[in-house]
């Protein structure tokens, strides 16, 4: 239902953005560089381009997605710089970096990445200091462990399993780590290095914690179809970073909304194309600073023998036939 939601959205707006780009000189060149295909990178972008139909921005847009190859990744950043666009989006944490790697003169507006000061881009999130600014994906973590004590009582033991090659994953484990041992949790972490391992690591986890964490990692959110399967067969739940993962396959979260996301990043190209802002004088926004919404799996709860809460009464989805 919210997968349609945000593909609908992201057609409407491609289109009517589109539809409104003229041939006079005056109409932007926006590059969007994305470094794979999950809904919640998909519902960024699709805000971003709503912001411009919002605002009345004419611009045209190459939309370029590296299917998670991080060479395809770089040709793409090397497009952009050869055809001098006026400004590129770069959704997720490596397509940022990649960005970033490839010009220092092109203004680079980010969406759906954690944290731009640990991903190198930024001297600082309160005063960037280079050709980078944008809105983060930094998700409400300790809000999101103690959630889980709600579905899982008997919690005293939590796996993280997390992506060592995404600097926005080991940022996030490190963090849910931190707190979940100053509830007095037993920490085990698991770290992969491609999607192929991601089964074998929660199987690993699966076997030896009450529940497991997932930070909003590209590798993982791509592979949640399985870890849901090994979250039923285990009966181990899972509880991810955000609302997509939820659906393909996790019980619960409070999540940012990506679309809203990526509309926050729309607006801030509006201040640089527009309106002369520098992006190295232009603070990061913080996703936990915008809207949260709960989400609950009816479908995995059940599979799981899990009670919902009745607080998330109101939260909760089931897929559609």
Request: aromatic share 8%; charged share 15%; no cysteine.
């Given at each position: 239902m919210k997968k349609m939601k945000y593909v609908l959205m992201f057609l409407l707006a491609a289109v009517l953005v589109f539809t409104a780009c003229g041939s006079d000189d005056d109409v932007f060149?926006?590059?969007?560089?994305?470094?794979?295909?999950?809904?919640a990178l998909e519902a960024?972008?699709?805000?971003?381009?709503?912001?411009?139909?919002?605002?009345?921005?004419?611009?045209?847009?190459?939309?370029?997605n590296a299917l998670g190859d991080r060479t395809v990744l770089s040709s793409i950043a090397d497009r952009f710089v050869s055809n001098n666009v006026d400004l590129v989006l770069a959704v997720a944490t490596p397509s940022v970096q990649t960005m970033f790697g490839a010009?220092?003169?092109?203004?680079?507006?980010?969406?759906?990445?954690?944290?731009?000061?640990?991903?190198g881009v930024v001297n600082s999130n309160a005063a960037p200091g280079t050709n980078v600014t944008g809105a983060s994906d930094m998700n409400p973590i300790e809000a999101q462990i103690e959630m889980i004590f709600e579905f899982v009582p008997h919690l005293q033991t939590l796996g993280i399993s997390y992506t060592s090659s995404e600097t926005n994953a080991v940022y996030q484990a490190e963090l849910a780590a931190a707190h979940a041992r100053s509830l007095g949790l037993e920490v085990v972490t698991s770290s992969i290095?491609?999607?192929?391992?991601?089964?074998?690591s929660i199987l690993s986890l699966a076997s030896r914690v009450d529940a497991i964490w997932l930070p909003t990692d590209n590798t993982h959110a791509d592979a949640m179809p399985i870890v849901g399967q090994v979250a039923i067969d285990s009966?181990?739940?899972v509880f991810p970073g955000e609302n997509q993962m939820v659906m393909g396959g996790g019980v619960a979260t409070l999540s940012i909304d990506y679309f809203e996301l990526g509309f926050q990043s729309?607006?801030?190209?509006?201040?640089?194309?527009?309106?002369?802002?520098?992006?190295?004088?232009?603070?990061?926004?913080?996703?936990?600073?915008?809207?949260?919404?709960?989400?609950?799996?009816?479908?995995?709860?059940q599979e799981m023998g899990l009670a919902i809460p009745a607080r998330f009464a109101d939260y909760v989805w089931f897929p559609e036939e």
């Open positions: 060149q926006i590059g969007i560089i994305q470094v794979m295909e999950h809904p960024a972008q699709a805000g971003f381009l709503a912001a411009f139909e919002h605002y009345g921005i004419e611009a045209e847009f190459d939309i370029q010009t220092d003169t092109i203004p680079i507006v980010g969406s759906a990445i954690t944290s731009y000061e640990a991903a290095t491609a999607i192929a391992e991601v089964q074998q009966g181990v739940p729309g607006r801030m190209a509006r201040e640089i194309l527009i309106n002369g802002a520098n992006p190295a004088t232009m603070p990061i926004v913080f996703g936990k600073d915008l809207s949260l919404e709960y989400i609950v799996n009816g479908f995995m709860a």
